[in-house]
């Protein structure tokens, strides 16, 4: 238990859907993060929010959309999707960003299927 | 862009065996972090390091940083079915203070 939870942890939806996954963190965090992990490719970072401020869009197609209500909770809104969207779509908190050596905590994933 | 290179892709031993995985870039990372995942869960921080030439034991994992700072390895000694995971190695560079993670390594741990 990271104090990092994830929700849903499988998703199967087809892509006309829209659907959010949702992400808590129970740390006291500031910094909260999206990454997508595909298989034979590195962690990819999507989003960095900090004091749910979004600090980071790496060139994320607009059929993600992040929110962040508050500095525990984040939430991954979409739509659209295509089948190549498949991946384990991982958040993680960490206290503060920008200091080098940071540790990062993840949530276990949301494991996502789009047909 | 700042690539990390994680050597070997996969690697199957068998209990009891040692050995040793590697993390290589072209670039001086400011510091450098071991990751386990295992099947299910998001990674979990081993350890950190910082100073070139550093050494940090944890238990039966060996973490070297090397003098350059571009290069990293993890030895295991007497391998346990436990330590069975994926290993990722995440960087941060000067100037650019986002974890870079490289694609891992797979390691299974046979009884």
């Known amino acids: 238990e990271t104090g990092v939870t994830q929700t849903p942890r499988h998703l199967v939806m087809g892509m006309t859907n829209k659907k959010s996954l949702k992400c808590e963190q129970h740390?006291?965090?500031?910094?909260m993060y999206w990454y997508k992990q595909s298989a034979k490719k590195p962690l990819e970072l999507m989003f960095v929010?900090?004091?749910?401020?979004?600090?980071e869009n790496n060139s994320v197609p607009s059929r993600f959309s992040p929110e962040c209500p508050n500095s525990s909770h984040l939430f991954l809104h979409l739509h659209t999707l295509q089948p190549e969207d498949s991946a384990l779509y991982l958040c993680a908190s960490s206290n503060i960003i920008g200091i080098s050596g940071e540790r990062q905590y993840f949530g276990p994933g949301t494991r996502l299927t789009v047909t | 862009t700042q690539l990390l290179e994680q050597s070997p892709q996969f690697l199957s031993i068998q209990e009891g065996e040692n050995l040793t995985v590697y993390c290589n870039s072209s670039?001086?990372?400011?510091?450098l972090q071991w990751y386990r995942q295992e099947p299910g869960e998001g990674p979990v921080l081993l350890v950190t390091v910082v100073t070139g030439g550093e050494v940090k034991k944890l238990k039966r994992l060996t973490f070297q940083f090397g003098d350059a700072r571009k290069d990293s390895s993890l030895h295991i000694t007497a391998a346990q079915t436990g330590d069975t995971g994926l290993y990722l190695c995440a960087g941060a560079f000067a100037g650019n203070e986002k974890l870079t993670f490289g694609t891992g390594t797979r390691l299974t741990i046979i009884p």
């Open positions: 740390l006291g965090h500031n910094a």
């Open positions: 929010y900090n004091f749910k401020e979004q600090t």
């Open positions: 670039s001086v990372f400011s510091s």
